[in-house]
């Protein structure tokens, strides 16, 4: 619902109706209550009068509004715009998503993007009512609220693993955003967490991926399983309800992760299925990578797309009208290592299995069948020189091709075509899943402009029905 509920009479209009598919695309906010909820928050409609809108979760709490307790408006997917706007607020707020601005401040996330710390701020603050120091802190107090609800962590080391800098700046926002202490807040854990709430950091991190609409879970699961690199990944299980397992390299340490396959996730028509989630559990060698990890899994699995926009333009197409219908909610898959997805998707799963087995890094605590890291660029840079590998890996090393969430789409495009031996169709492919741009249309396939800014869901529903292959 990208350009759906910009004007405030419409959006109001949402939310009397508790229209799930604008969670997370702006919240609102109640001036009688001082709380801010999402749009399809159960409680009484307030009257129109009282009602304030905001773009982002940042915004309301700095004007002074705490969350809600029974909808529970920072648990929201994220809104589908940030994946398609490629400008720097886009760059910014996935940025900010991954954790940059807590490990390197604003000056280093102003300089991944090439402005000023001035500029950046200026910008965001126009758009979303709120700067990326605002932006950050809604996220951590979200971390927050996620440990202590989950986990048996001592408060104390909940407040520095969520990124804030102080407990004492750490109780402060708990008590801004949620008007409860920390204490308070565990104590008032949902049952479900609470009969889930593990003893001890070993034992993981339940969390519940929420995503809105339909997810059309099966042809994501069968993609990963086709595509699982042993000793990194694993697919166990039948289909319906499989478990992917796979490794993660993180800012501060390591992670393995479970993501349950859902069914039932896939009902279409409107209002028959507002959202829902994949089960997941992290296990971390140092919490502090709960948020980087959760918006990781987050890309990998495409939740914060929105379905609706994507099914109704697609579906105008006589070509994929059939196919939208018979696979609403389907979605594009990304990845979540940049690095490792354009290094696999040029030597493909078998060779993966090779670099993996010979240069990848043991972990400390196997887990079953996952025992290594994918290798780091450098490693292989280093390691095998010669070829297209090692021009790539060298330039992923040296950051003469830049993969991450703030990268520019274009400028990693181009330089990725410079690469020698990289052809076009595995450059649109990094371009889809490493940069996770919703608009590719891959060379050799006649795209028409009316399947935009979403060809690369078309091309996902094509791959579906057997009329694209991927290699």
């Known amino acids: 619902m990208t350009n759906q509920g910009t004007d405030e009479d419409t959006r109001y209009e949402a939310v009397r109706s508790r229209d799930a598919r604008f969670d997370g695309v702006f919240f609102f906010a109640v001036e009688t209550t001082g709380i801010y909820c999402r749009p399809s928050c159960p409680a009484v409609t307030p009257k129109r009068a009282n009602v304030r809108f905001f773009t982002t979760a940042a915004a309301a709490q700095g004007s002074g509004f ?9 648990a929201v997917p994220g809104s589908a715009e940030w994946n398609v706007r490629a400008d720097v607020v886009g760059r910014a707020v996935r940025l900010i ?9 604003v000056a280093g996330l102003a300089g991944r993007l090439g402005y000023s710390a001035r500029q950046v701020q200026r910008q965001l603050t126009a758009e ?3 700067g ?16 202590v609800q989950t986990t048996e962590l001592p408060i104390t080391e909940i407040a520095f693993a969520s990124g804030f800098a102080s407990v004492r700046q750490f109780n402060d926002t708990i008590r801004a955003v949620y008007a409860s202490t920390p204490s308070e807040l565990r104590a008032a854990a949902p049952k479900h967490g609470r009969g889930r709430r593990t003893a001890t950091p070993n034992a993981g991190i339940p969390l519940r991926l929420a995503h809105r609409g339909p997810y059309r879970a099966g042809p994501v699961f069968d993609l990963l399983a086709r595509e699982a690199v042993p000793g990194i990944e694993e697919v166990s299980g039948p289909p319906g309800t499989r478990t992917y397992r796979r490794t993660l390299r993180l800012p501060y340490g390591t992670g393995i992760v479970a993501v349950e396959e859902r069914p039932g996730t896939a009902r279409s028509g409107l209002g028959a299925h507002p959202g829902g989630w994949l089960d997941a559990r992290l296990h971390l060698t140092d919490p502090r990578d709960l948020t980087t990890a959760v918006q990781r899994l987050r890309r990998l699995f495409d939740l914060d797309a929105d379905p609706y926009a994507v099914d109704e333009r697609l579906a105008a197409d006589p070509r994929l009208a059939p196919l939208v219908a018979a696979r609403p909610g389907l979605r594009s898959p990304g990845t979540a290592d940049p690095e490792e997805l354009a290094v696999r ?9 090779r670099l993996v ?11 079953g069948s996952l025992t290594h890291l994918f290798p780091e660029p450098a490693v292989l840079a280093g390691a095998e020189p010669g070829g297209t ?10 950051q003469a091709v830049r993969l991450d969430p703030g990268a520019d789409r274009d400028d990693a495009q181009d330089a990725l075509r410079a ?3 990289l052809d076009a169709r595995t450059v649109a492919e990094i371009r889809i899943r490493a940069l996770g741009d919703p608009d590719v249309a891959p060379p050799g396939l006649d795209v028409p402009d009316s399947w935009r800014p979403w060809r690369s869901y078309a091309l996902n529903h094509l791959r579906a029905a057997g009329e694209w292959e991927s290699r």
């Open 357 to 367: 087995r010979r240069y990848g890094k043991a972990l400390d605590a196997p887990c």
């Open 389 to 398: 590998l090692g021009a790539l890996t060298a330039a992923l090393a040296d």
């Open 132 to 147: 990326p120091v605002a932006l950050a802190r809604a996220q951590r107090a979200h971390t927050a609220r996620v440990l």
């Open 66 to 74: 705490r969350a809600c307790r029974r909808c529970r408006p920072d």
């Open 345 to 353: 998707a040029l030597t493909g799963r078998t060779e993966a299995e």
């Open 97 to 105: 998503a991954d954790g940059v601005v807590d490990r390197e401040g």
């Open 419 to 421: 690469v020698p031996g």
């Open 128 to 130: 979303l009512g709120a």
